[in-house]
């Protein structure tokens, strides 16, 4: 046969001389979580007269390949000779998978305040110093509730409900001076307010036609219409 057959030939039988296609399965997608980033790590170290402290936190993004499962995690905390330990952190569940897309959020938040106060006194019938230090810890527990209903790509509904637990404790060290020696360190509880409590619910209608630049939105327009309330043992006031 000539050049002009041969070529002709090998158009018509394109799969001849090829490997045998392999055999695939096909099975139904399951979203796995793997590490999309971590914030930069936060890391601080201090050394005085009055003792040491140590303090750090680090932010995680968790997701399935498809985006429809989305965890955040943030954790921070800190140590130090004059307050103790403190921990907190806040953790983010947002289900995208169907059209109703819904979440859940935790956060634990521990806020201290202290107040110092010196002077004189009598430690074992000598002049001495006393240094009194109060501690007022406020920690915040909070559940959240999320919901998000789409009508269109700019038009949707979007509810939260929300627990919120207030806790309140209070505690004075007390350090006795001799001659510039500590004689005696004691620590005991103060009477604290009780826990406080509340819950939230809202409900909102939005809709954003906004297209973003690098760092705002460039055109579009954006609206919201919320309603919501407030009720528990906490009182605004």
Known sequence: PSST?????????????????????IVAYRPHLGLD??????????????GFGLGGGVTGYFSDILGKHQVGVTLQGGTS??????????????????????????????????AIAAGTTTVNGAPGDVV??????????????IGSYPLSLTRRFEATGTYT????SRTLEQVLLSGGTVVSDTTQSLPSPASQSFEEAALAYVGDTSSFG????????????????TFGTFRYG
């Open 165 to 168: 637990r207030l806790g309140f």
């Open 5 to 25: 057959d041969l070529v002709d030939a090998y158009l018509a039988d394109a799969r001849t001389g090829l490997p045998a296609a392999p055999s695939r399965e």
């Open 132 to 145: 009194q230090q109060e501690l007022d810890k406020i920690t915040v527990d909070q559940g959240q509730l």
């Open 81 to 114: 000779s004059q307050v103790g330990s403190t921990f907190g952190g806040a953790v983010t569940y947002l289900n995208q998978a169907g059209r109703l897309n819904w979440g859940v959020s935790l956060v634990h938040v521990p806020f201290i305040s202290a």
């Open 214 to 229: 690098f760092t705002s939105p460039m055109t579009g327009t954006r609206y919201r219409l919320e309603g919501g309330t």
């Open 37 to 50: 980033f971590v914030g930069a790590p936060m890391v601080g170290v201090g050394v005085g007269q009055y």
